[in-house]
């Protein structure tokens, strides 16, 4: 589902729920827990490099100054290829709100994407009391993301008309179309930012973090880690297991999965939440808009988005909404239970020929200003970053043998995202990393998150990576959206707090 950019993080959710006017009170959770320090007492120092010729990124020291509204920005030295340390040269751009209280060392948070600028995710907050009490918050923009060298593929004219196409093209036209658009972005990363599209890899950044955990003075590192974010902290586990100090992943990605199954999962994940959407909707008093069942309803969705493809509406602002960014606007909406109002208000606009709120949906889930210019590269990192750790992709001729088991995966999602499949087509950089396979032998307790019903990192991914994982503790949340972590369930928050916070590891299979 490489397409559909489907695993974009919390951090687009929150702003998308205080663009559309909705704020949202979290319950921070458990009460403040004692803090332990998490620097061992034992191994090697901090600073010691994995190798001599790395020695120089490793004894590095953070400048930090003041930014934003008592943050303090830096900017952490990597090398541009690992493989020759010696060449040239990027920088990261990195965060840290500091802890405001008694100080128990440095957590590192990443809030998924892959793509998604991890200084924001910082910046937000949106964190319990205890771990912003004891902990300096930091996020860093990983390699080719936000500020940190950020990788181009399209201009922001050719962006937007890629996202209005149809991701689900039927006659010869329109298959004519969805080519073109993937060949342009497929190629246009390598053309447009070089040699660094080659090295962006997760691999690359998870070497990154070891590098930043060196620049914080920490002996191992502690890491918070959503979506995406699971994925980055595994692979950081696998190449650095004596370096793990205490991690939390949440909203685990199985980096096991191939290509196909991978769609074919999450296809049947956002049919599960959307399903969810629209049995809470036929609830109403007043009855569902949509229609008497949920087959009825998704039925009027998909008609929907077959009349946008021929008939797109105005939007505001000179704006029009296209079948592309209807359909992105809705799988926006389904990454957070709170964000369903916003959804069936896009939705009940939009069948009345005002597609503003499914915009603003969209805009939200691509990190786009009203104006059609982008607040960040997230889309085309995404893109890159995938690409880079697998560039494995169905030819255009074998999409429409794929359609059947996809459509029975999901009546709505399941045809565009079997045409996803195509995406990496044309992508011809070529990471130097290998991408590990992941045990993380000889890790402190990893504890792995999964919510019964996300729809972007379904709950077997969750089960299936606490078990890759040596040290693997499988921690599950009954409940809708993406992540468990800060999304009102007082239990979870307990549980990672407690674990970060004092150590308290939780029992295998705890359910919340």
């Known amino acids: 589902m490489r397409r559909l950019v489907v695993a974009v993080v919390l951090v687009v959710v929150v702003v998308l729920i205080a663009g559309a006017g909705i704020l949202v009170a979290r319950d921070t959770g458990s009460g403040d827990a004692g803090p332990t320090p998490v620097t061992p007492t034992g191994g090697a120092p901090a600073t010691t490099p994995p190798s001599p010729a790395l020695a120089r990124f490793y004894d590095q020291h953070l400048d930090w100054s003041a930014c934003n509204d008592g943050d303090q920005c830096a900017r952490l030295t990597v090398p541009l290829d690992y493989q020759d340390p010696g060449g040239r040269t990027i920088t990261l751009a990195v965060l840290k709100v500091p802890a405001s209280g008694s100080r128990i060392g440095s957590l590192v948070v990443n809030p998924g994407g892959p793509g998604a600028p991890g200084t924001s995710f910082a910046a937000s907050r949106r964190f319990g009391d205890p771990l912003l009490a004891h902990f300096d918050i930091v996020g860093f923009d990983p390699r080719g993301t936000g500020d940190s060298s950020p990788v181009d593929c399209l201009s922001d004219a050719a962006l937007n008309r890629y996202l209005a196409s149809d991701p689900n093209p039927r006659t010869p036209a329109e298959k004519a179309t969805f080519r073109h658009w993937q060949h342009r972005l497929a190629t246009g990363c390598s053309h447009r930012s070089g040699d660094l599209a080659a090295h962006v890899s997760t691999v690359d950044s998870a070497r990154d973090m070891d590098v930043l955990r060196a620049a914080l ?67 109403s008093a007043e009855g569902c808009f949509l229609g008497r069942t949920v087959p009825g309803a998704e039925q009027t969705i998909s008609a929907l988005l077959d ?14 909404l296209a079948v592309g960014d209807a359909y992105y606007g809705i799988v926006a909406a389904l990454y957070d239970r709170d964000t369903w109002i916003v959804l069936s208000a896009g939705l009940r606009s939009a069948l009345q020929g005002d597609g503003s709120v499914l915009m603003a949906l969209a805009d939200a889930y691509a990190d786009r200003n009203t104006d059609g210019t982008f607040r960040s590269n997230m889309l085309e990192a995404f893109f890159t970053i995938s690409c880079l750790d697998n560039p494995a992709s169905v030819p255009f001729s074998r999409i429409p043998s794929e359609i059947p088991a996809f459509e029975k995966a999901s009546p709505v999602f399941g045809r565009a995202n079997a045409w996803s499949l195509t995406s990496c087509r044309g992508f011809t950089p070529r990471s130097d990393e290998q991408v590990p396979v992941i045990h993380a032998k000889g890790a402190s307790p990893i504890v792995v998150i999964g919510t019964t019903r996300d729809p972007a990192t379904p709950f077997r991914w969750a089960v299936d990576l606490a078990r890759q994982l040596d040290s693997g503790v499988l921690v599950s949340r009954d409940g809708d959206g993406h992540t468990a972590y800060a999304t009102g369930n007082p239990c979870i928050d307990h549980v990672v707090e407690s674990y970060l916070v004092s150590g308290t590891v939780p029992a295998n299979g705890t359910s919340c």
């Open 307 to 320: 009349r946008l493809t021929r008939h797109p509406i105005p939007a505001g602002n000179g704006r029009e």
């Open 217 to 283: 003075g920490e002996r191992t590192l502690t890491y918070l880690g959503s979506s995406y974010g699971t994925e980055l902290g595994a692979t950081y586990a696998q190449l650095f297991p004596h370096r793990v100090g205490r991690f939390v992943l949440d909203g685990a990605v199985d980096p096991t999965l191939g290509l196909r199954a991978l769609s074919l999962q999450q296809t049947a994940g956002f049919q599960k939440a959307l399903d969810a959407y629209l049995s809470n909707c036929l609830l």
